[in-house]
């Protein structure tokens, strides 16, 4: 071989590995290559989707022509619903058909399964089944599938095709392709009135049994806002949603369960479907001269196009099923025979009885769906302005903000903050759940007082959502909001005469016909209360902050029993002492008392309020408020300028006692409470306060009535040189203290206050027993850094409370201290002796 040969070959071979290359690249040029049974559908120059195809058609042939079969399907192109059109109309089951379809475009090789290429093999010669998908329109297509026999098994089983696109025996698992084998009962729907009940507008319900007697109809339409009524019998609205009993034996108690008892009227299987264009319906019991039938008739919305103006409007078609409810279809199943009304074809079909069982009880209590809320908003809407117009006049509520107090009454041209719980509760009795009853039918408006509304006595408007947004700015003087639509209020209740235990209402839903109710006559009462009960009790506070009542407080002036008391803060501003009056005077006031007193003062809430003006003055003297037995004057300073804020407390009512204030005109009742906080000690009840690692010594001088008053004991302990231990100074030879009872009686002392004072400035009694020789004990504590000795002198038990006492830090007192502390030292001068 010479190189121009070597040459030669080594070219041939490098052109062969382009071209192998290439090939690669571009990829197969033949639909055989591809693992789907219909590529075409698939190629990215123009595939077709499931979603595409708009007519099936099915041709099964077999060796009987009469039993050869044609169906046609065709899609919607507004719904997208599937129709059946061959071998006539039948409604068809669309995601039934839509799986078809998808099967059919989604089919591949079984790569598992062992095929001869021979379609007489499969029955594919002659296929017994072809299935044309057709895209409609231009261009239009069409993809053929040829279905030969199926295997056998079932997990492993495949099923034989060609198609279109692959003239070759494929085999396809028989999982992915089950819908190519169902008959036409499969591709129709199961659904004999409305899949969805959303789709259902109206519904009627009529049973005329053999004898030609009707009961109904009982006939509802939906309206404006989702909303449910009736029209036959005329008993306005109906209860749209709530807990249902679920009971065949029982009617339905809300719409949706009626909705929903229709929508689950279906054809169980296949054998229901017992015959096509019935002639004879006296053999399913459905032959209205000798059968009793049962008329369940719809509106369903059948698609939502857009009218002249582009405004969405649905078409609705009235869809009827009757059912012999008669007989059943036999002894052995609970079913009735039943098709839908169809002017050229009576399809009969089997359905479970129970499935109309509570359809018959709407029929014997066509009551059981109406509205027994006396208002009912729903769609999450909020009531916002609410007219009360009773014997006191016009209440205006208005919802001003989204705050904590969102509500503001106006009378007039005068706006009052509102009590929250107050409103609550009329917003509470006006929306409470299944409180409405009806009057007997033979009960007219006239005989209730109602036969004239607009005149009624109490009339309730409310609206909904309805005010123009709130002006940001803090005026409280803006004028009141009022409903964009005034004329156009959500409800109108107008209140009549009392009968059944109840109170007559006519309810009035926007600009419909009115119903007549039966209300609680709880509501009746709230809804005449007068609009003092509505104002806000939360008394006006002297510290905006209610929880630092103390904040820039300066004076809290308190007069009481006929003694006016005169209370500041030092110039330190940490300790609060009395000024007046001047026997009192340099004393320190008790910290927490006075706080409390502030506390209280700054967080008045009224019991109720009695007059929203100022009253005449025989008012005033009638509620002890003329001359008021506890009177208190708080003083802010702020930025040098004193405010003063005024209370005036009056008698005591049943409900609590009469206050009058400076911030407001209003006459209010108060609980008792802040009258007895007012009437607290003002005194520091403190007696000493040391620090017992202070004390150097103590002396207890006493026991007269126990040792003789003329020879009193005496225990006197020092702490030694050291400072660490106590030694008596004084004693028997034998004597030792007792340490532990000696150190509870000095940490009691250390942190001594008063019980309680009983005088002041006032000489003590024979009774008190303040003297030694009368069986006082004298206690004497040297403190290191005091000038003088503390002195406390402990004299007779005051009953069980505690024993009287006095002490020279805190002269001209005589109070009462703990009786467990003192009851044992002054037992006897030996309680100490160990």
């Not at 507008?201 to 009736?230: I, M």
């Not at 027994?372 to 009531?383: A, H, I, M, Q, T």
């Amino acid at each position: 071989m010479n190189f121009k040969t070597t040459y030669a070959l080594f070219g041939i071979l490098v052109v062969v590995l382009i071209a192998f290359i290439a090939t690669l690249w571009i990829g197969p040029s033949s639909t055989e290559s591809s693992n789907y049974v219909l590529p075409s559908m698939h190629a990215a120059s123009g595939p077709l989707s499931a979603d595409d195809i708009t007519r099936v058609e099915i041709n099964r042939t077999q060796s009987d022509a009469e039993k050869n079969e044609k169906l046609v399907f065709v899609r919607d192109a507004d719904s997208k619903r599937w129709r059946i059109v061959e071998p006539r109309d039948y409604v068809a089951d669309s995601p039934a058909i839509d799986k078809l379809v998808r099967q059919i475009t989604e089919a591949t090789l079984d790569p598992k399964a062992d095929v001869v290429n021979n379609p007489k093999r499969y029955n594919l010669e002659t296929p017994a089944e072809v299935i044309t998908l057709i895209k409609e329109g231009e261009p239009r297509r069409e993809v053929k599938l040829n279905v030969g026999e199926t295997s056998p098994g079932e997990a492993s089983a495949v099923i034989y095709v060609t198609s279109s696109d692959r003239k070759e025996v494929m085999a396809v698992k028989k999982n992915d392709l089950d819908s190519v084998k169902k008959s036409l009962a499969d591709f129709r729907s199961r659904d004999l009135l409305s899949s969805a009940t959303g789709d259902i507008q109206a519904f009627t319900l009529t049973e005329r049994n053999k004898d030609k007697v009707t009961r109904g109809p009982v006939e509802l339409k939906k309206g404006s806002e989702e909303r449910w009524s009736y029209v036959q019998p005329p008993y306005g609205d109906a209860e749209a949603t709530g807990a249902d009993p679920a009971a065949t034996d029982k009617p339905p108690s809300n719409v949706q369960s009626v909705l929903t008892d229709i929508s689950n009227l279906k054809v169980a299987g296949d054998k229901d479907f017992v015959e096509n264009d019935a002639k004879d319906l006296g053999k399913y019991h459905l032959d209205p001269a000798k059968d009793d039938i049962l008329r369940i008739e719809i509106d369903r919305v059948e698609e939502i196009g857009k009218n002249d103006k582009d405004e969405k409007e649905k078409k609705t078609v009235k869809v009827a099923l009757l059912v012999g409810i008669g007989k059943k279809v036999d002894d052995k199943s609970d079913q009735y025979y039943a098709y839908v009304e169809d002017p050229k074809h009576k399809d009969i079909v089997k359905i479970s009885a129970k499935s109309v069982a509570r359809f018959l009880q709407l029929l014997q209590h066509k009551g059981a769906l109406r509205d027994r809320n006396l208002v009912e908003l729903g769609n999450f809407r909020k009531p916002d302005a609410i007219n009360v117009k009773n014997s006191w006049g016009t209440l205006e509520f208005r919802r001003t903000s989204e705050t904590q107090k969102p509500w503001k009454l106006w009378r007039g041209d005068k706006s009052y903050a509102v009590d929250e719980q107050a409103m609550q509760a009329l917003l509470s009795a006006l929306t409470q759940k299944d409180q409405a009853d009806f009057p007997d039918s033979s009960v007219t408006a006239k005989q209730l007082g109602l036969d004239k509304p607009d005149e009624a006595s109490t009339i309730v408007t409310l609206w909904a959502d309805s005010l123009p947004a709130a002006d940001k700015k803090d005026d409280k003087k803006a004028a009141k909001p009022e409903p964009k639509d005034k004329d156009k209020p959500a409800f109108r209740l107008y209140f009549g005469s009392e009968t059944q235990g109840k109170v007559a209402v006519l309810r009035k839903r926007g600009n419909e016909t009115p119903t007549l109710v039966l209300a609680p006559l709880a509501l009746r009462d709230q809804v005449r209360k007068e609009p003092l009960a509505y104002l806000d009790k939360d008394l006006p506070p002297f510290n905006a902050t209610r929880f630092d009542a103390v904040s820039n407080v300066t004076k809290l002036t308190l007069t009481r029993d006929g003694t006016t008391y005169e209370i500041s803060h030092d110039d330190k501003g940490n300790a609060w002492k009395i000024n007046k009056p001047a026997d009192y005077a340099g004393r320190t006031a008790d910290r927490q008392t006075i706080e409390d007193m502030l506390r209280d003062l700054n967080g008045l809430r009224a019991v109720k309020i009695v007059e929203d003006k100022v009253p005449a003055e025989a008012k005033l003297t009638e509620w002890g408020l003329k001359d008021p037995r506890v009177k208190a004057i708080v003083t802010l300073t702020k930025d040098g300028k004193p405010k003063t804020f005024e209370y005036d407390f009056g008698k005591d009512t049943t409900d609590g006692v009469y206050l009058r204030t400076s911030q407001q005109d209003m006459i209010s009742v108060v609980s008792k409470s802040a009258v007895s906080t007012l009437q607290r000690e003002l005194q520091d009840p403190t007696v000493f306060h040391f620090d017992v690692e202070k004390v150097r010594e103590i002396k207890l001088t006493g026991w007269t009535d126990v040792v003789g008053k003329n020879n009193p004991h005496v225990l006197d302990v020092k702490r030694d040189n050291a400072g660490a231990d106590w030694v008596l100074v004084k004693t028997l030879a034998k004597a030792k203290i007792d340490m532990e009872k000696f150190q509870r009686l000095l940490t009691g002392l250390s942190d001594l206050k008063a019980l309680k004072f009983v005088s002041h400035k006032s000489k003590p009694t024979a009774a008190q027993g303040l003297e030694v020789d009368q069986g006082a004990l004298k206690i004497e504590i040297t403190v290191e850094g005091e000038k003088e000795p503390l002195q406390l002198t402990v004299g007779k038990a005051d009953g069980n409370v505690g024993f009287f006492a006095l002490s020279n830090k805190l002269p001209g007192d005589i109070f009462e201290v703990r009786k467990d502390l003192f009851e044992g030292p002054k037992s006897k001068p030996a309680y100490f002796d160990k």
